[in-house]
């Protein structure tokens, strides 16, 4: 199983971009990338996944390394609601797809 | 547009009830997952289900049975709870086992 590794927590002001790395060396040829979030007393929701090439949705941007071996969401400008804990999973298929314990960030007005 | 419901979303068991909780999805999903989340902690997998008629057991099985009822519902079962059980359990479903998934609002389960 590929390994993550995010920082516990992350600080930004509104409306500056936020970038949320994550470390997942040993991720598989195979594996996407996916990124969820979880608003305080929600269920996660998704955010973005990618396999190599930089992706962008109308939520975030997700730049993958070139070697893979980590990647950075990109929240362009971070609002309130962007105050959440967020996952990196290098691998949900079946078993695999385990949330480790995320990044909490937190948004400052 | 409901996408995954939960049933009950709220619950207090007497320790050694049994109790199941429902999920259901109207997206066509093959795939679901019953998860759990202490307090202040990351979600674990219960238990999960790549498509209709198979299940198998994710890190954290111990003291569940799950049912995959049919393509839409995926129900889990406390046959004996425990204090430990405490925790609210999310139901997700996805298209296959590499797509997005989605996931339900929480059964907030205590087990006194």
């Known amino acids: 199983d590929a390994k993550t590794t995010q920082p516990n927590s992350m600080e930004s002001n509104e409306e500056e971009p936020v970038h949320l790395p994550c470390n997942h060396s040993?991720?598989?040829?195979?594996?996407?990338i996916h990124w969820y979030r979880q608003l305080p007393s929600q269920g996660p929701e998704y955010v973005i996944h990618g396999l190599t090439s930089n992706v962008n949705n109308r939520m975030a941007s997700l730049a993958i390394a070139e070697d893979r071996k980590s990647s950075t969401l990109i929240l362009h400008r971070a609002t309130l609601r962007d105050a959440a804990v967020y996952y990196c999973?290098?691998?949900?298929?079946?078993?695999?797809?385990?949330f480790g314990p995320g990044t909490r960030l937190s948004v400052l007005p | 547009n409901a996408g995954v419901t939960q049933t009950p979303k709220f619950q207090v068991l007497k320790t050694g009830q049994s109790m199941t909780l429902q999920c259901a999805q109207d997206m066509n999903h093959n795939s679901m997952y019953w998860y759990r989340q202490d307090p202040g902690m990351g979600l674990r997998l219960i238990y999960y289900?790549?498509?209709?008629?198979?299940?198998d057991k994710g890190e954290v099985p111990n003291g569940y049975n799950v049912s995959r009822l049919n393509k839409r519902e995926f129900s889990l079962r406390l046959e004996s709870a425990a204090p430990s059980q405490t925790s609210v359990y999310f139901c997700?479903?996805?298209?296959?086992?590499?797509?997005?998934?989605?996931f339900g609002q929480g059964t907030r389960l205590t087990v006194v």
């Open positions: 999973i290098p691998n949900i298929y079946g078993q695999n797809f385990v």
């Open positions: 040993t991720i598989s040829g195979t594996d996407y």
């Open positions: 289900s790549a498509s209709e008629g198979t299940t």
């Open positions: 997700a479903s996805s298209v296959s086992t590499n797509t997005e998934a989605f």
